[in-house]
């Protein structure tokens, strides 16, 4: 499985941001995903996930304003940012394994497969 994560960029704080995540080598439907971040100094962080399309967690400080979803007929996953904020500044990563577990998965070590990055930076 291959992942190509794009739509990163500069946002003023209060905008929004669609970030996409084109898997290729599996169809998304069969794969557990989500989206990491990491800020400059500190840890990736898991800030979404879905499993089949279905089933999603949000970490709580993007509830309400993130949104994660798969097409399956392209293949991919996106997030869609809503109301950014300058702490959600980080280099945004989409990540999946294949599982037929019902359930999102939330640490990094449980994911097989991950794009390449790509930057948001949010101005205050």
């Known amino acids: 499985v291959q992942l190509q994560a794009f739509g990163g960029g500069l946002v003023q704080a209060g905008g929004s941001l669609r970030l996409s995540c084109a898997a290729s080598?599996?169809?998304?439907?069969?794969?557990?995903t989500g989206w990491f971040r990491q800020a400059p100094g500190k840890e990736r962080e898991f800030v979404t996930g879905?499993?089949?399309?279905?089933?999603?967690y949000y970490l709580d400080s993007v509830k309400g304003r993130f949104t994660i979803s798969t097409d399956n007929a392209k293949n991919t996953v996106y997030l869609q940012m809503n109301s950014l904020k300058a702490e959600d500044t980080a280099v945004y990563y989409c990540?999946?394994?294949?599982?037929?577990?019902?359930?999102?998965?939330?640490?990094?070590?449980?994911?097989?497969?991950w794009g390449q990055g790509t930057l948001v930076t949010v101005s205050s």
């Open positions: 879905s499993w089949n399309g279905r089933i999603t």
């Open positions: 080598g599996r169809s998304v439907s069969t794969l557990a």
């Open positions: 990540a999946a394994v294949w599982s037929q577990r019902p359930g999102v998965l939330k640490r990094r070590e449980e994911y097989d497969y």
